[in-house]
């Protein structure tokens, strides 16, 4: 499948910095990202990713940069904020709430309520009911707290709560860290799912392979700053791994 | 946790009486340690402990630890804890016992006995618990300082603040009214007490109904019919049971007199009136309900548990858990006001030494009735469950005749094997500690 990127992106990050004291997280980077694809971010630990990207889904505030959402420039300061711009955000430590069941987690914050103004939990069983149903078959454990739950069930649940709000654009900080094989390939599924559904989708991922299978395009970052964005159809596992590891900038991978 | 373990997965094997009941066996452990407690202490007083007038005299003894018992458990639920409770209480009495005595009589020449010097005294109260709970929350969620050390200054300064209010003096006697609130002093009678035990039975009936229809439109499993009914028999003949006991509570024969005198009339012979539902424990029970209902029903609620669950989370998923914690030690400083009414009410006066100690009945109360102190696990019920096998352990042992210090010493050592318990419960279980 080609990516058209003749349009405005999907989302773009223009000139982002964060420093944390003298740390510089993140300096001067830009990013972006076009419907149906999904870009790597790769990088050492400590290369800046989760903070690049905790800028984009509110939970950090940037120092300086835009973000730029469908060509318009966005305000994003909270987590509620990016969720307005339908970002939603699947993170590195699973986000979820240990002691609720599937359906309290993927409404958390935005609960279904009553007339009465009540939370509504039947109504919310019903409808993680139907949305588990659609991606993941096999999921049966809807009034367990989700500590019960294996760690690719509970990235399941994470990833369903990002679909049943129409994300636009996904962001996945290392979402198969603690899952195992299987767990892992179902993950891989369902990204091709919502890659095909015109989600765009950034993927922080360390594992070489899996980025070569699943992304379109990689932008490598190394202590804080960009090295580069390539197309990863073209480039080769020792490309991208110069890149992280040295530094060096294939520029004719440019993408 | 391997498939193997799924619920709902494949055919529902046959269950149990108990697990078709679909009851929380935590609930059933704290029920059966409560009648071993009290059958032990029955036997051991010849049966002077389960009488209609102890368990009366249980009941409102438990009410004032019980009330903010059930505001600790959002506090440990959201991982805090708060040791001012206590002092708390003593301010908001001090402060309500001067409002009634000095500042509304007096100062604002209403008078003693106007009608609405409780109503006023009450408010003034409850303000105060809130601004000062509020304050505590503030401290502890915008600037980050530790709830134990808030709450351990706030033990300090507010127990001496109530020494300055009343210069140290013990303030009484209280609005007449104001004292029907104490337990006693107050009650709903005979007949109010059947209404509002068959209120109460409809009530219990009809959530168990709608919750069941509920299911039913949505196609979720539901409890067979039988255990259904069964759990709703269950229920209603402890509503009921409860209000025929305290119904059996007689007034004594020389109060009643005294009643009818001060009305001007005269006492049929032979007549026997009952004490019924105090108003304390109709507060209670109001209370409990509202935080029950806060608790599973509201967003209030399902945040407190997700911050206790996943603080992270809950601040990922767009949750101000700052907010959360001030919301959660104002709801906790009003419920102390409200204590305050009951404690002070039930002594007739205000005292400098009232809820000394409480603190410590109250976290344990809310720790024995299943309140995890890692966060994010905790009910209403358990805690007041928990405040009554307390009380019903401290009564019971001065009833028998052992000494303070060694109740003390056994309270302590329940705690502690009541945690042990739980810890181990929850091991089994893989739930967290
Ligand atoms: N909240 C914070 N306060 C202070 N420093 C931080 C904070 N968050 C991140 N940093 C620092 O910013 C730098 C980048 O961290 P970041 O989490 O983005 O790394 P990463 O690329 O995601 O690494 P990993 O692959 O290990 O997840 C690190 O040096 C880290 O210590
Ligand atoms: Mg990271």
Known sequence: MTIDRSGTPLVEMRDMVKSFGGIHAVDHVTVNLYPGEVVGILGHNGAGKSVLMKMLSGAIQRDAGEIIVKGQSAQINNPRDARRYRIETIYQYLALADNLDAAANLFLGRELVTPLGLV?????????????????????RYTAPVKALSGGQRQSVAIARAVYFNAEILIMDEPTAAL???????????????????IGIFLIDHDIHQVKALCDRASVMKNGQLVGTVDVHRATEDDLLGMIIAGKNPEHLAA | MSDATSTGAGPRPRRGFLAALEIDTRLLGMIGAFFVICLVFNVWTEGRFLTPRNI?????????????????????????????????????????AMTQTEILPNALGLGFGHPLIPWVTILAGIATGVIIGAFHGYLIGYLAIPAFIVTLGGLLVWRNVAWFLTRGQTIGPLDETFQTLGGINGTLGETGSWILGGLAALAAIWGLWSVRRNKVRHEFPVKPVWAEVTLAAIVVAAILGFVATLNAYEIPERRLAQMFEARGEV??????????????????????????????????????????????????????????T????????????LSAVVASARLTFHSNDIGTLDELRVIAAAVIGGTALAGGVGTIYGAILGALIMQSLQSGMAMVGVDAPYQNIVVGVVLVVAVLVDIIYRRRTGDRI
Do not use: W
Request: proline content about 3%.
């Open chain 2, 56 to 96: 009366f005299n249980l009941t409102i003894q438990t009410v004032s630890v019980a009330i903010m018992a059930t505001g600790m458990v959002f506090v440990i639920v959201t991982r805090h804890i708060d040791l001012s409770v206590g002092a708390l209480l003593a301010t908001c009495s001090a402060v309500m």
């Open chain 1, 120 to 140: 509504d939990d039947a109504q919310m069983e019903a409808e993680t009911r139907k949305i588990m149903k659609r991606l993941n078959p096999n999921f049966r």
């Open chain 2, 267 to 324: 006492m049929p012979e032979g007549l026997t009136v009952g004490y019924g539902v105090p108003f304390s424990v109709l507060l209670l029970i109001a209370i409990a309900t509202a935080m029950t209902i806060v608790a599973q029903k509201t967003r209030l609620g399902r945040y407190i548990f997700a911050a206790g669950g996943n603080p992270d989370a809950a601040e990922l998923s767009g949750i101000d858990t700052r907010l959360l």
């Open chain 1, 180 to 198: 195992g094989v299987e767990e892992t390939r179902m993950v891989a599924e369902l990204i091709d799912e919502l890659k095909r559904q015109g």
């Open chain 2, 326 to 337: 001030v919301k959660v030690f104002a709801i906790v400083g009003a419920l102390c006001a």
